[in-house]
């Protein structure tokens, strides 16, 4: 059964959140050390003051219900999603996945592109039916109901979605969780998927002779960008990829921690040019989101995707090359996937590279992104 769903946060709960950010204790900090311990005092009670009292959660809330909202149950978990089908009659059906710490708000700058390129200087060949759920623990479709959602069992969910809805031939879009969880539904239901596109990809050198021979300097920069990450920034894959619990219980009871937790990654992840994390993504865009996760309860049940994808052991078992055809939008300041390592594990067929953007292609650069995918899949229609 699918059921209409709309966004209503009560009132109680918005007072409640600036109840709670203005009784913030912040923490101490060593002056002059910038963002490179995290997210500094100041520039975190000042947006936290703006979230507290100038940003209007109503107005976003409003723009996110202008979007047909539904809910299903799928393997015991709600599904939540956005169908944003397209007026022309013969557009592609495409899902587009979100990542962390991602929501459907995404997307929000895309879905008119993408479904109405008439309006907006494309062609009518290039237009898309949306479909845009949050991840199972993510958002509208959480908490996690129960252990063991890797990102198989997510795909799997995604596909039966997809063919509830009446798509017997898709496309499927997805960054950072989505770049994991699109290419797995194309190898389990290659004779629907027509091909897959993703951002934010993340390769890997397995040790192979001569994989290292060759490497452009932009590859290397890749790579060394991977070793960076693994070094110095993957402290909250550890964390929540192994006590996702212990975290929860302050992400959910704490606001200004959770929106830390967030913004953090909206500074590290965007493109390298920003200074602050509003220099890249719009800084309601960015509340939005966070917001999403605070009145959804959600910061938690997100944290425990990284313990179940630490903990699939289906996740480093050799397989076979992806066969359905892929796209790979690459950003030049942030990502780190390289060729030869994607073309090892996926049938690529389309590489597109941007000097502009990050992590969050969609919300970065939305123009780009939406040029890419039209190209991608018109090649395959």
Known sequence: MINPFRIDIPQDELDD??????????????????????????????????????????????????????????????????????????????????????????????????????????????????????????????????????????????????????????????????????????????????????????????????????????EQERLARLEHWQQEQSGYDKLQGTRPQTLGHGLNDSPAGQLAWIVEKFKEWTDSAADLPEDAVNRDAILTDVSIYWFTQTGASSAHHYYEAHHDPSAWAPREPGTVPTGVAVSLTQDVAIRRFAERDHNVVHWTEFERGGHFLAMEQPGPFVADVREFFRSLR
Request: proline fraction near 6%.
């Open 17 to 218: 959140l600036r109840d709670r950010l203005a009784r913030t204790r912040w923490s101490a900090e060593i002056g002059g050390q910038g963002w490179s311990r995290g997210v500094p005092t100041g520039y975190l009670r000042q947006l936290a003051a703006y979230w507290a009292d100038g940003y209007d959660w109503r107005k976003h809330e409003a723009r996110l219900n202008d979007l047909p909202q539904f809910t299903t149950d799928i393997d015991g978990q709600t599904i939540h999603f956005a169908h944003i089908r397209s007026l022309e009659a013969e557009a592609t059906p495409l899902m587009l996945i979100h990542g962390w710490p991602g929501s459907i708000a995404e997307f929000l700058d895309v879905i008119g592109p993408l479904t109405d390129p008439r309006s907006y200087g494309g062609a009518p060949d290039d237009a898309f039916h949306l479909v845009i759920p949050s991840l199972p623990g993510f958002g509208f479709s959480g908490p996690m109901c129960d252990a063991g959602w890797t990102h198989g069992r997510i795909a799997g969910a995604f596909t039966e979605l997809m063919h509830r809805l009446g798509y017997s031939r898709y496309g499927v879009q997805g960054g950072d969780v989505g770049a994991f969880v699109a290419p797995a539904m194309g190898r389990q239901d290659s004779e629907h998927v027509l091909g897959v596109h993703v951002n934010a990809l993340v390769t890997f050198p397995i040790g192979a002779d001569g994989e290292m021979d060759g490497l452009t300097e932009s």
